[in-house]
């Protein structure tokens, strides 16, 4: 199995910023797709960045531009650096990773917004 803990969520004004990171239990990196969902109050888990072993990225539109996501192999991390923040960001922000097939997730972490 993996286990993937997440870090740096909490409570942020309108317009300031966040970084999230997600550790991988394994030491040798052997996740292809890294990527971050979030579910906020009344709604469902949606997609909100992924990135690819090659270092391909890909982001909901509702982020786009605002956020970035990276990854470092050799810690088997990945990174959310959340800037410009919108009351609407508020979620609880969870991380996933793919591996041989089968999709783990993180425990999630708070990211509250106030306008």
């Known amino acids: 199995q993996v286990q993937l803990v997440e870090s740096g969520g909490g409570l942020v004004q309108a317009g300031g910023s966040l970084r999230l990171s997600c550790a991988a239990s394994?030491?040798?990196?052997?996740?292809?797709?890294l990527g971050w969902f979030r579910q906020a109050p009344g709604k469902q888990r949606e997609l909100v960045a992924t990135?690819?072993?090659?270092?391909?990225?890909n982001f909901a539109d509702s982020v786009k531009g605002r956020f970035t996501i990276s990854r470092d192999n050799a810690k088997n991390t990945v990174y959310l650096q959340m800037s410009s923040l919108k009351p609407e960001d508020t979620a609880v922000y969870y991380c996933a990773a793919d591996y041989l097939g089968n999709r783990y997730w993180g425990q999630g972490t708070q990211v509250t917004v106030s306008s």
């Open positions: 394994r030491s040798r990196f052997s996740i292809n797709t």
């Open positions: 990135i690819t072993g090659g270092g391909s990225t």
